[in-house]
């Protein structure tokens, strides 16, 4: 319809390894999210790639986020539609390429891309959204940890904050810190997953207030050049998460500390914490723990 030639590429192999780190991610006790990895390996690693070699200037994908500039430097952006940023989980995009990225819708409204798109005639103009993982589309995230990491499924116990067993559970590989749902444990009182001890094949929990944090430690932390070692930023710590104002403390390598105003619900090691000034995205890095 648009006259523009088409190329498929085959990324098969490069795929298999993001649906594999998704399944060690779970067997290790962390909670995956293969999008930002996909992000940074494929379409803006890959295609990259293929784009230098087709003598193509920029790449040019349809995530709600945009381009700007800060100090100087091109910098990643929230989208302007709030209910559809994507830009938490495109922060590991290395910033020396990101003068060669664009993004056409990040100054749309999902329903400003609907009727352009009707008014001519795409056939996909009403095409439901995507809000789930690409390969995980019944969200049986266990199936494929089963599949691939079949250790990450022995039956082991399930204990309170005081150790105690309180039950048993099938495999570290169905759960994730903050979970409350699926445990099918009795205790007169909600109960939350707290930790997952993969050594001991133990699922910890405790009450609602055990859940709750105001510092985390993340490592393989990527941010933009020049900011000091200590700083301040909104930080989201899961796709849904409304940023949160915190304090950012280099610890050395590439580990920070970062501690919230307020407490955070569910700080999940394996999800990224991304780092905000207002509508710019500071960087990021991977949770290790609360």
């Not at 060669?100 to 999902?110: A, D, E, H, S, Y």
């Not at 099918?184 to 001890?197: F, M, Q, S």
Request: proline letters at 6%.
């Amino acid at each position: 319809m648009l006259g523009a030639p088409f190329y498929a590429l085959n990324f098969k192999q490069e795929f298999d390894g993001i649906i594999q780190y998704f399944a060690d991610e779970y067997a290790r006790g962390r909670t995956p999210n293969p999008c930002v990895v996909c992000n940074d390996k494929l379409k803006f690693g890959r295609l990259l790639d293929y784009a230098d070699a087709v003598g193509a200037d920029y790449v040019a994908t349809g995530h709600y986020a945009r381009i700007g500039r800060r100090d100087g430097r091109p910098a990643l952006m929230r989208g302007v539609d709030a209910a559809k940023d994507q830009s938490y989980v495109l922060f590991g995009i290395d910033p020396a390429v990101l003068d060669r990225i664009i993004f056409p819708i990040g100054g749309l409204t999902k329903p400003e891309v609907r009727r352009i798109a009707a008014a001519r005639g795409l056939p996909n103009q009403d095409k439901p959204d995507s809000v789930e993982i690409c390969f995980v589309p019944d969200r049986d995230y266990a199936r494929i940890v089963r599949q691939r990491r079949p250790d990450a499924f022995r039956p082991g116990d399930v204990v309170d904050e005081h150790g105690a067993v309180i039950g048993r559970h099938e495999g570290i590989g169905c759960f994730t810190v903050g979970q409350r749902r699926g445990l099918r444990i009795a205790t007169g009182k909600p109960i939350y997953v707290t930790e997952l001890d993969v050594e001991n094949n133990r699922v910890r929990t405790g009450d609602a207030a055990a859940v709750q944090s105001r510092t985390l430690l993340a490592d393989r932390v990527r941010v933009m050049p020049g900011l000091p070692d200590e700083f301040q930023a909104e930080v989201k710590i899961r796709y849904l998460h409304r940023a949160a104002p915190a304090r950012v403390t280099w610890l050395g390598g590439d580990r920070v500390q970062v501690t919230f105003d307020q407490p955070q619900t569910a700080i999940t090691p394996g999800q990224a914490a991304v780092f905000y000034d207002g509508d710019f995205v500071l960087g990021g890095g991977w949770i290790v723990h609360s």
